[in-house]
């Protein structure tokens, strides 16, 4: 399968991140890294307008009906400036969740909501590093009458304090299911959890007799749940492609300008040696990003391999380019001032979530032994 972008998807590459660069600076991640929404009103109406919030979503279920190279382009953009907003959580979790399911009235007025930018959503993936291991569910989904009631608590749910729907699965007394909560619901609680990387908001979701939609109700893992998830590793593997990408093109650009002993520090071979191993793991996790989403947006495909393959190549490419641009910088890059330290967190909270680098070799190795 062709991983050569086409003339249209370059042009929308480079629109988006001229769009990208002159909407998000510096200065804006430190603001909304510091608000408990981190959320850009402006931006993320702007966004609707661009119809980015349901881009890789069918028009059938209510989407744009863009395909999963373009949402990846536009990830790898946000990536690049470290977008600080709901956008992950409900675009590529959420969105993508309900795009699996049967296209239902109650489905597709979500997806709208979605698609306007009035409604913002998330999935919760219970299991270690946002895994979905069914086996360890701390949320229980009791029948009421004709109705459903949650109780438990849900840790690490991205932008959980701020979603206005939150999808979530749930031991139920035949197996698992998959619920949605409305924020509207009295009894849900959710509280935002300080972690590594303040540019991705995380909570801690209670539920105590909370009133749910049942989505699917299975004896084991709902329909789609392994492609959903996936996906999500996807879309955050092209995002963490674009933050090693700008880590090495700041950290080009300090050598060209640093000088010591009357020479450019990007003429010493160490530095050389170092930007070039970075260039190569960055061009090597390209090619698996790209090919993954190819496979993406092909629907039906098996995307278990690819999806391993790639999150585990931009995790390393990413903290090595991040690690190596806070080095090449100095003592300037130690410090809270320069944004070298803002990207070395999202890459190292990028690199645990979803699965580590070792989780998805072994994955890998599982896969392979299958076919």
């Known amino acids: 399968m062709s991983i050569v972008l086409t003339d249209e998807q370059v042009e929308f590459q480079k629109t988006v991140r001229s769009f990208l660069q002159s909407k998000v600076t510096e200065e804006d991640v430190r603001r909304l890294a510091a608000d408990e929404r981190g959320l850009d009103a402006e931006l993320w109406q702007a966004f609707t307008e661009l119809e980015f919030h349901t881009l890789a979503v069918p028009e059938e279920n209510g989407g744009a009906g863009g395909s999963w190279v373009e949402l990846g382009l536009l990830l790898e953009e946000m990536g690049a400036v470290l977008v600080s907003s709901p956008f992950f959580a409900s675009t590529v979790l959420a969105a993508q969740a309900l795009a699996e399911l049967d296209p ?10 979605l698609r306007s930018g009035e409604l913002t959503a998330t999935l919760a993936l219970p299991g270690r590093h946002g895994s979905y291991e069914p086996e360890v569910l701390s949320v229980r989904a009791v029948e009421a009458g004709a109705g459903w009631t949650l109780e438990g608590i849900q840790r690490q749910v991205i932008d959980g304090s ?11 007394e035949e197996g698992y299911g998959l619920f949605a909560v409305e924020r509207s619901e009295p ?19 209670e539920l105590s007799g909370v009133a749910a939609i049942p989505l699917t109700l299975e004896a084991g893992q709902w329909p789609g749940s392994d492609r959903v998830l996936d996906l999500a590793r996807i879309g955050l593997a092209a995002e963490q ?10 950290a080009v650009a300090y050598a060209k300008d640093r000088f010591q002993h009357g020479q450019a520090i990007g003429s010493f071979q160490a530095i050389k040696h170092r930007c070039a191993d ?3 793991a960055i061009e090597a996790a390209r090619s698996n990003v790209y090919h993954a989403l ?33 080095q090449i910088h100095g003592g300037i890059g130690f410090s809270w001032e320069h944004p070298a330290h803002l990207y070395l967190k999202r890459a190292k909270s990028s690199e645990i979530l979803l699965g580590t680098a070792a989780d998805h070799r072994e994955r890998l190795a599982s896969c392979l032994a299958m076919h």
């Open 104 to 113: 239902d009235a109650q489905r597709r007025a979500w997806i709208e909501q």
């Open 241 to 250: 492609l674009g933050g090693a990408r700008s880590c090495l093109e700041q």
């Open 187 to 205: 009894e849900l609680g959710a509280a935002s959890v300080a972690t590594l990387d303040p540019t991705r908001k995380m909570a801690s979701v």
């Open 162 to 172: 701020t979603a206005g729907l939150i999808l979530l699965a749930a031991r139920t």
């Open 294 to 326: 190819s496979l993406a947006a092909e629907p039906g495909s098996s995307l278990d391999a690819a999806a391993s393959v790639a999150k585990a190549a931009t995790s390393e490419a990413f903290t090595q380019a991040a690690t190596g641009s806070v």
């Open 278 to 280: 970075i260039f190569l």
